[in-house]
């Protein structure tokens, strides 16, 4: 398999492809090295611990206070279950900002490049702007206790496209999974209509402390038989007021509203104002029975 800085091939990070034995730590402090000879048994040393609570809004771990965004762009990572339209939401993202914003996306699957197919195939950005994570293991894993394979395909679309922003959409995993904040600075945890009116007081550190929760798929209610007025009651309470989207990502609904709270967070973090105000000129809000733009395949 090719790595990352193999340009001209595809950008594929495979979880064997990288010496990696450590787990913790900044991003200033990382040290790999490139090898493809040698095996991994995809093992990550993690624990799946016991947690006493459904986690705290108020009390989630804030991002890391750093400054030379030059060595790692402003990080946004996107996770959730799987089916609840991540990968819909990175390529409208894309679609939206791309023309106002500097973009790069890195994408995680355990054992294929499915979703950065998807997103190569509907043009989300110039495919050299785009890496493929293979985790081999629990999604959460390698975005939370062993994120090094993630953090070298950051920096290294940031030294060489120097973006303002990269995304990084973790595998499908349950609400317990977060991102470490070594990695993302900025989180969003996407569920889906679909999953019933009763996953937001489910709980979990997806669903609480996310910077953004995002309910995706609005479009299903009727269909599934979920109340969105229980799902916005029941999100506001586990998240103590946190903020909130309903949205149907493949229909561009609700992702202005997304794009413009990550930029404001961005914009605050990396000190340009200017970031915040190049979504001006960007589409408008959508309405709700607007058709999809066409894309090719579902997620």
Same mark, same amino acid.
């Given at each position: ?170 595998? &499908? ?97 990396? &000190? ?28």
């Amino acid at each position: 398999m090719q790595t990352a800085n193999d340009h001209g091939k595809v950008p594929f990070i495979q979880s064997g492809s990288m010496d990696h034995g450590h787990h913790h730590g900044s991003d200033d402090n990382h040290s790999h090295t490139h090898g493809h000879a040698h095996s991994h048994s995809h093992e990550h040393g993690h624990t799946h611990e016991h947690m006493e609570g459904p986690g705290e809004f108020l009390s989630r771990d804030g991002p890391l206070s750093r400054r030379d965004w030059s060595a790692r762009a402003f990080t946004v990572g996107i996770g959730g279950p799987v089916g609840s339209g991540k990968t819909a939401l990175v390529l409208a993202l894309c679609r939206y900002l791309s023309q106002q914003v500097s973009l790069a996306v890195v994408t995680n699957d355990i054992f294929t490049r499915e979703d950065w197919e998807f997103l190569v195939k509907n043009k989300a950005l110039p495919e050299e702007r785009m890496r493929a994570v293979e985790t081999g293991g629990c999604p959460h894993a390698a975005i939370r206790e062993d994120y090094a394979l993630n953090m070298e395909a950051v920096k290294e679309l940031t030294e060489c496209y120097h973006p303002a922003m990269v995304i990084v959409e973790s595998g &499908g995993d349950n609400l317990a999974a977060n991102f470490s904040r070594e990695l993302a600075d900025f989180i969003i945890y996407v569920i889906d209509v679909a999953g019933g009116d009763k996953v937001p007081r489910k709980g979990g550190p997806g669903i609480t402390q996310s910077d953004l929760l995002v309910i995706n798929k609005t479009d299903l209610a009727e269909a599934v038989g979920a109340d969105l007025g229980v799902m916005d009651r029941e999100a506001n309470q586990m998240r103590q007021g946190g903020p909130t989207i309903f949205a149907q990502c493949k229909h561009m609904v609700g992702v202005p509203a997304i794009a413009r709270h990550v930029l404001e967070v961005c914009a605050i973090a990396t &000190g340009d104002p200017d970031l915040y105000n190049r979504i001006k000129d960007a589409a408008p809000e959508p309405d709700a029975d607007a058709g999809a733009e066409a894309t090719n395949g579902t997620h």
